[in-house]
C-alpha cells in the first residue's frame, strides 16, 4: 500500500482541482451571463426610448397638421376641434407610455434573468468546492482503511 499512497494522493488532489476549477468556471460562465441580460435590458431601454420619441414626434406633427387644417378652415377651435385635438393628444401620450411601460417589464425580466444565471453560477462554485472537499475525504478514506493499513506484530500475507 505504501507504493500506492504517493498515486492515491495525487488522484486525490487532481480530482479536488478539478471540482473547485469547473466551480469557478460555471461562476465565471454565470457571471457573463449576467452581463450579457444586462447589455440587454439596456439596449431595450435605449431601444424603447426611441420608439417612444418616434410615436410622440408623429403624434405631434399630426397635431400640428390638424391644427393648421382646422384654422385654415375658418372654424373656432371651441368645441368639437378642441376636443379631438385633445383626445389626441391624450392618445398619443398613452402610446408613449405603453411603450416605455412594456419596456420597464422586458428590462426587468432581463435583468432577473441575468441574477438567476450569476446565482446558479454561484451555486455551482460552492459544489465545485464541496465536491473538492468530498474527494479529499474519500481519498483520505482509501488511504486509511483499517485493511490497508499496516499492523505491527502480525504477517504481512493475512
Known amino acids: ?3 500506492m499512497a504517493p498515486l492515491l494522493i495525487a488522484t486525490t488532489g487532481l480530482q479536488a482541482m478539478g471540482s ?24 431595450e431601454r435605449l431601444a424603447a426610448g426611441y420608439e417612444a420619441t418616434r410615436v410622440y414626434d408623429r403624434g ?8 393648421v387644417q382646422v384654422a385654415g378652415s375658418g372654424v373656432s377651435l371651441a368645441g368639437s376641434p378642441t376636443e379631438v385635438l385633445a383626445d389626441n393628444a391624450i392618445q ?3 402610446d408613449v407610455d405603453a411603450i416605455r411601460f412594456g419596456s420597464q417589464i422586458k428590462q426587468q425580466n432581463l435583468r432577473t434573468q441575468g441574477d438567476l444565471a450569476f446565482m446558479q453560477g454561484q451555486q455551482k462554485q460552492q459544489a465545485g468546492y464541496l465536491g473538492a472537499i468530498t474527494n479529499v475525504a474519500g481519498g483520505l478514506t482509501q488511504l486509511y482503511t483499517p485493511r490497508s493499513s499496516v499492523r505491527l506484530g502480525g504477517s504481512a500475507f493475512a
Do not use: V
Request: hydrophobic share 50%; with cysteine; charged share 10%.
Open 20 to 43: 473547485i476549477m469547473q466551480g469557478n468556471a460555471a461562476a465565471d460562465a454565470g457571471a457573463a451571463q449576467q452581463a450579457a441580460y444586462n447589455q440587454a435590458a439596456e439596449n
Open 1 to 3: 500500500m505504501c507504493a
Open 92 to 94: 398619443t401620450q398613452m
Open 60 to 67: 405631434r406633427r399630426a397635431q400640428s397638421a390638424a391644427l
